[in-house]
């Protein structure tokens, strides 16, 4: 479903992603973890079609993310680490512009129902100002989901949301990847990588310095936790 | 992309006029953008104007007409070019449209549409102020097309400021050194045949020169067929900067 080429983008003098190869299948939970600065947000944002590579290729769905980016656009749905709502629209509001804008039908029966999803029903007309962080949070993957998208690209979807916060939208995520949505993560919590994905790669200065599923991570380099193999890479090791 | 380069323009739209109802609703709002017009008005208009005559007329009658391009100008490029300042540095939303599968010629069509209708609603204001002050203009086709070009020429300007900018520091430098002085110097409150040529003629490259000439004609005549067609290729041609610069928007 992804397939990323030796994907590279700089800003001024500094590498952000240095020759990425990655390629990220059909309903796979992908996640990138590493320090903050590594490279993460920049990939989201070339595959999200925000940000161009200098040099590589990248392909979501078999369409090039330069020369194509309006059918990437119609397979993505994406969450950055922002809350970017209209913070003086309500949630309601917030989803039917979004609804418009991708041209769905039923507008005001998808917004409904995923106003119900989300457990806003009661915040449906309050504006988003008034929302707590995982309320607001909420409404932002939700906003990603109404296109029914086949790739969810979440760029740190709880940096800064308390633990329980933090799991609740575990919650969702688990909903959408068991409903065989392709997802791409980005994090820095090695526990929501661990929790969350079937496939890990750790990034440092625009580098996938490691690949694998958790547990062939943690055996591969023989840590007792995740946490210990991400420290010992994100530190400057390489596999 | 959908096959119609129109399509996604009226959500945009919608949700921009959606916003600017919620600020309207707030009187501090309308106070501060008709604040400097009135102060005008009172200071120029009625204080000092009454002392002066152009024309063959009152100053007052030259100025509303200034005033009304002054503020269709302000307020259709403010209001887009900070609007995305604030959509693309602080709320971020900016990302969401630039993520919609809409053409460029939507995206621009949607944010000008707004912006257009947001100066014109505060020229409107400015238009009645004068008119409570004793401005009694000739009924002029004139008028109304000069602000819909103009609105939508500076609506198109503050989509190319506001997406090249990286700040609102940027933004503000745009403000004070093109937009203001172009307030004061194309003839909002003296005609520019008092300017020595060297001075005159160069401000005719400027589009609210060519706005206000539109604004105080008594119809369509020829000064006002050609201070249109100015306003037209000026519309037409930063339309079409707007669309590119849309187009090729990359973080």
């Known amino acids: 479903m992804i397939r990323i080429e030796a994907a590279t983008r700089r800003y001024g003098a500094a590498v952000a992603v240095d020759g990425v190869d990655l390629h990220i299948a059909e309903g796979e939970a992908f996640g990138l973890l590493g320090p903050n600065g590594a490279g993460k947000t920049t990939l989201v944002r070339m595959l999200s079609t925000l940000a161009r590579p200098d040099g590589g290729r990248l392909a979501v769905g078999g369409h090039d993310t330069v020369t194509q980016a309006g059918a990437v656009k119609r397979l993505l749905g994406v969450v950055f680490q922002e809350n970017n709502l209209d913070r003086d629209l309500s949630p309601r509001q917030n989803l039917t512009f979004h609804a418009r804008l991708h041209r769905l039908d039923h507008v005001e029966k998808r917004v409904a129902a995923m106003i119900g999803r989300l457990g806003l029903a009661a915040k449906a007309d309050t504006p988003v100002d008034r929302l707590s962080g995982g309320q607001r949070r909420r409404l932002v993957i939700g906003r990603a989901l109404m296109t029914e998208p086949k790739v969810l690209l979440l760029d740190e979807p709880t940096t800064g949301l308390d633990p329980a916060i933090r799991r609740d939208l575990w919650d969702l995520v688990r909903d959408i990847r068991d409903g065989g949505c392709t997802i791409v993560l980005t994090t820095h919590y090695v526990e929501e990588a661990e929790a969350l994905c079937g496939r890990v790669g750790i990034i440092n200065h625009g580098r996938i310095v490691a690949l694998g599923s958790p547990e062939e991570l943690v055996a591969r380099h023989g840590g007792p936790r995740l946490e210990d193999v991400v420290v010992a890479l994100g530190a400057g090791g390489r596999e | ?246 187009a090729r928007y990359r973080e």
């Open chain 2, 1 to 246: 992309m959908n096959a119609n380069p129109l399509a996604g323009a009226g959500s945009i739209f919608r949700r921009e006029m959606l916003l600017f109802r919620l600020k309207l609703a707030r009187p501090s709002f309308v106070l501060s953008t008709m604040i400097t017009p009135l102060m005008y008005m009172v200071v120029f208009g009625l204080g000092l104007g009454r002392q002066v005559r152009v024309d063959g007329g009152d100053y007052l009658s030259f100025l509303v007409p200034g005033l009304m391009g002054m503020a269709a100008m302000h307020n259709s490029f403010n209001w887009v070019a900070s609007g995305l300042n604030i959509a693309r540095f602080y709320h971020r939303t900016w990302q969401l449209v630039m993520l919609a599968p809409v053409s460029p010629v939507a995206v621009v069509a949607g944010n000008v549409g707004a912006g257009m209708a947001r100066g014109l609603i505060a020229t409107l204001l400015v238009g009645v102020a004068g008119l409570a002050a004793g401005w009694r203009p000739e009924p002029s086709v004139a008028l109304p097309l000069a602000l819909l070009l103009e609105t939508a020429l500076f609506a198109a300007i503050g989509m190319v400021i506001g997406l090249k900018t990286r700040g609102m520091e940027e933004h503000t430098t745009y403000t004070n050194f093109v937009i203001t002085p172009m307030g004061f110097f194309c003839g909002t409150f003296f005609p520019l045949s008092n300017l020595p040529g060297w001075l005159s003629g160069p401000l005719h490259l400027l589009p609210l020169t060519h706005a206000n000439i539109a604004l105080r004609q008594p119809g369509l005549t020829a000064e006002a067929l050609w201070a249109l067609a100015a306003l037209t290729a000026f519309a037409v041609a930063l339309l079409a900067a707007a669309v590119w610069v849309v």
